[in-house]
Structures are given as C-alpha cells and as structure tokens.
C-alpha cells in the first residue's frame, strides 16, 4: 500500500539537482510496489520503509548542486529511470541501464511522487517547454518501448511481431512498431478500453487472452506468418501465460525481447523447445 505523509525536502548531492514536480504518472513498477509483492520485497525490502514511489515524471529544476554542469535552474526536464555507474564493465561498453550496481529512481532511492525531489544530473533530460508535463512525464515509458521494439540492432523494418498485454508500454510498443516499419503487428490484451487504443496505436491484429486458450492463440500467430512464427516477440507483462505464448510463438532464430516483471521471480520456460532448438 501507499500513504500521504509529510517529509523533508530531499538533501541535495554535488551533482543532482532538485526538482519541482510538475506532473507524475504510475508505471507497472509502482503497482508491483503497491501490492508488495515478491519482487519488491526481495528488490526493496521492509528495511528501506517509508520510501517515496514514483520515476515517470516532468518538473522545474530549482537546484543543483557545485559540480552540476549540463543542466541549469530553470530547465524543464524528465528522468531517465536508471542511475548508472560510470566505473560498471556494462557502462564502459554502452549498456547503462544494466550495470552491476545500477540503482533505480524510485526503487532504490526516492522517487517522485512529491512535491520535490532529487535525482542525478546524469539521468535529466531537457525537454522543449512545448511539450505538456502530462506528456513529457511517459517519455520515459516512451523509451522502454522504443528499446523494446528496436532491439540491440534496430532490424525490424518488414519483419513480423507480436506484442503481449496492454498496458502503457505495450500500446506505447504498438505506436512504434509502426512508426518505424514493421510490417504485421499482433497484439495480445485483455481490456477492450486498451485494446481499442491499441488498435488506434497501428496492430494489424488483435486477440483477447482473457477469451482465447494459448492452443488458439499460438494457431492464430501460426496462421497470419506462414506457420513460422513471428520474427519478434515483446513480452511486455511479466506472467505465466504471457511468457509461454512469447516461446512458442517467436519462429527459430528469432528475437524475444524479454521486459515484463514477473511477481516471482521464479518462471517454469520451455527451455529446450522455447531457446535451445529454437535458436533464440
């Protein structure tokens, strides 16, 4: 659960910097947080309570700190949700976001969800003063989609995919599926509100999972690639069933993007069939 509670304004840090929130908005991680459940118990643990939720966000730099250099009072910014270390092997090789002692806005430290909070200059990005707060507090669920959809060589242009659930960042993924040429998008979802976004985002097909088998889905993927499968598939919610399709469904030698948390983090995959013989 969650509580209003009144706390201290954050101390700044020589190179953070202070802003004033402007607009949040609540990602999957922040409802994992809420219910509490395994990952975040394991992730955060009882030890660190109280902490501040929240990493999507826009806001007013009004501080920073003597060794701050790029960003300035004033700037208009949003928040690249992983603070890297510069000395990680990861971060040496370009792969921020994965370092060993990577740490996460609101997961590891503080978040946003307050009046004022404190976040690294590394991780600010400047926005146009056009863009709305409303907007500029998903870009960064914007970019976890784009990293989804692209993959590590962006080779996706004519290629086939499908995109499991229909949250935020799995409408986001159809958005720019499209955007940037895939050629067949199939997408999986539950809630006919998301899926009729979803449908407005650019998939070419749809299938409910809460009125389908997996037997019928994996037929119906089947069907629309020739009976190979598709060339990618984005597991974008973390359980059971949605992981199972990914396996079955991505043809040999192709790609599955793994980004959904799972409640546990202990999953049953077909490992044989799903990876080794498949070529993933």
């Known amino acids: 659960g969650a509580e209003l509670q009144d706390k201290p304004i954050p101390k700044l840090?020589?190179?953070?910097?202070?802003?004033r929130v402007r607009a949040t908005s609540i990602c999957g991680t922040d409802v994992h947080i809420y219910k509490w459940d395994p990952w975040s118990d394991a992730r955060i643990g009882a030890k660190a309570l109280p902490q501040i939720l929240g990493h999507e966000v826009a806001g007013e730099v009004i501080e920073v700190g003597p060794h701050c250099k790029r960003i300035k009072v004033g700037d208009y910014v949003s928040a690249e949700t992983h603070i890297y270390d510069?000395?990680?092997?990861t971060s040496m090789l370009g792969s921020f976001h994965v370092g060993k002692n990577m740490k996460i806005l609101g997961v590891d430290f503080d978040g946003c969800f307050?009046?004022?909070?404190?976040?690294?200059?590394?991780?600010?990005?400047?926005n146009d003063p056009a863009i709305p707060p409303v907007i500029a507090s998903i870009q960064e669920p914007l970019g976890n989609a784009a990293y989804a959809v692209l993959g590590e060589?962006?080779?996706?242009?004519?290629k086939t995919m499908v995109i499991t659930g229909d949250g935020p960042i799995s409408l986001f993924a159809i958005g720019v599926a499209r955007a940037v040429g895939v050629a067949k998008i199939i997408h999986f979802g539950k809630y006919d509100l998301n899926m009729e976004i979803g449908r407005k985002m650019g998939a070419d097909?749809?299938?409910n999972t809460?009125?389908?088998?997996?037997?019928?889905?994996?037929?119906f993927v089947m069907d629309h690639t020739a009976g190979n499968g598709v060339d990618i598939a984005l597991e974008m919610v973390g359980s059971q069933n949605s992981i199972d399709d990914c396996f079955a469904m991505v043809r040999k030698a192709g790609r599955l993007t793994a980004f959904g948390i799972a409640a546990?983090?202990?999953?049953?995959?077909?490992?044989?069939?799903?990876?080794v013989f498949k070529g993933c």
């Open 153 to 158: 060589d962006a080779d996706v242009a004519g």
């Open 264 to 275: 546990e983090s202990t999953m049953p995959i077909d490992y044989n069939n799903g990876i």
């Open 210 to 219: 809460n009125k389908t088998t997996p037997a019928e889905r994996l037929e």
């Open 13 to 19: 840090r020589p190179d953070w910097v202070m802003v």
């Open 86 to 89: 510069p000395g990680d092997l």
């Open 205 to 207: 097909l749809q299938m």
């Open 114 to 126: 307050a009046e004022y909070f404190a976040l690294p200059e590394s991780i600010c990005w400047p």
